[in-house]
């Protein structure tokens, strides 16, 4: 199917933000005010901290800002995969933490049920579903390597099922699969949007101040807490915990670590019962391929299909800007690869195109740290896969700025920190050089060149 026909009617918009039962924006902050910890964010990461932060200790006087709106940035524009895996995935924390992937595992199980838990116990409605997520190989190459990785996930006590190709086309059909792994538990399905706005006003019940529209433009010391600078005001903290992520960090030395890479995706219109029929996804689990350049895709509620990944696009200077959010040659790239992918459903419509950045480092999983004599804690890094592990990113800058030893701050995962970017020129050179590398691997079976092997080998993180 020509692709053009079926973006002809596509809306440049968010299909979770446009959700009907987005709450109206909350008042900016107008007044001096002061309060015992400061949340920097209105994203999963401040919003978790600003949560726990008051189930720890009701007594707590929380203010959280949030620049624009709360979940409009990654936190409402992802796929709505929620992981438990805290190392984006099995074989990155392998490759960095071999030592104490178990216990990271373990961590990050404890974390996906804590916050089901926290949907429960709160009344948060997030479209929730326990699915698990598929894995599938669309290359020859890629199936020798699923299976290995299967083997593997079970030598550290991580059940992946692997299905050959009748397997796993009969849990959802495309002639393009030649094989998956199924990881049955460790994947959750959520409505983004929902969660964030969920969180938002779980913490309103208890007792946090929420201010949007709200940009935090600078921090510094004020006697023996700290001042946040507002454009109308300032707030100032006993403590300050930072959720800013892909936004420049107020902590200035932490900037060098994360650069925005931009993300895109599609949905289609709602699939009528034959079109399911034709593809099957009873069971409904998330999906990824197995190549660099990657696809990850999902049922929605209503039985559209999200369709997204594939382009990574950094741009010079690190900026973040709306205009990246709408890119028409990757629209009609992944439109192209959704019908070779499934050709049954031609003559489906996307009705929705967006994009959005992402924070990566160099090692893609979280790093964690303090500032300004503890009294500051930031978390950031989480290079797509934040979803699940903002959570335990808001336990770990809780427990930094108590100062406490937990089974968290205790793993070299959290204690150590990838390596800063270069500056500009050599970071677009760099990023440019390692998107055409990987872009040739997957053209060439998998194999890495001498640049990606040079990577690999000084710790820079660039395996998917």
Known sequence: MDP?????????????????GRPAVTPALTSDTTCDLAVVGGGYSGLWTALIAKERDPSL???LLEGARIGHAASGRNGGFCAASLTHGL???????????????????????????????HDIDAEWERTGALNVATEPYQVDDLRAEAAQAADHGVTLDYLDADAVRAEVDSPTYLAGTWDRTGTALVHPAKLAWGLADACRRLGVRIFEVTPA????????????????????????????????????????????????ALTTEPLTPSQRDAIGWRNRPGLGDSANQFHYY?????????????????HFGGRVRSRYEYRPETFATLAEHFFTTFPQLEGLRFTHAWGGAIDTCTRFSAFFGTAYRGRVAYAAGYTGLGVGATRFGAEVM?????GEST????????????LPFPPEPLRYAGVELTRRSLIAADRRGGRRNLWLRAMDAVGFGFDS
Do not use: C
């Open 91 to 121: 074989r990155n924390g392998l490759a960095r933490w071999p030592s104490e992937l178990a216990e990271l595992e373990r961590l990050g199980a404890v974390n996906l049920q804590a916050i089901e838990d926290t949907l429960t116990r």
């Open 217 to 264: 433009l600078g921090l510094t010391s004020a006697g023996a807490g700290l001042a946040i600078r507002t454009p109308q005001a300032t707030v100032t903290a006993r403590q300050v915990a930072l959720g800013t992520n892909v936004f420049p960090s107020l902590v200035q030395r932490v900037r060098p670590y994360t650069i925005p890479v931009y993300d895109y």
């Open 61 to 63: 006087d929380v203010v």
């Open 4 to 20: 053009r026909k079926a973006l002809a009617d596509v809306r440049h918009g968010v299909y979770w933000l446009e959700d009907p």
């Open 398 to 402: 809780l427990d930094l700025l108590a």
């Open 298 to 314: 999902r049922l929605t509620a209503d039985d559209r299909i999200l369709w997204g990944g594939y382009d990574a696009i950094y």
């Open 407 to 418: 089974e968290r701050t205790r793993t070299r995962m959290v204690r150590s920190t990838p």
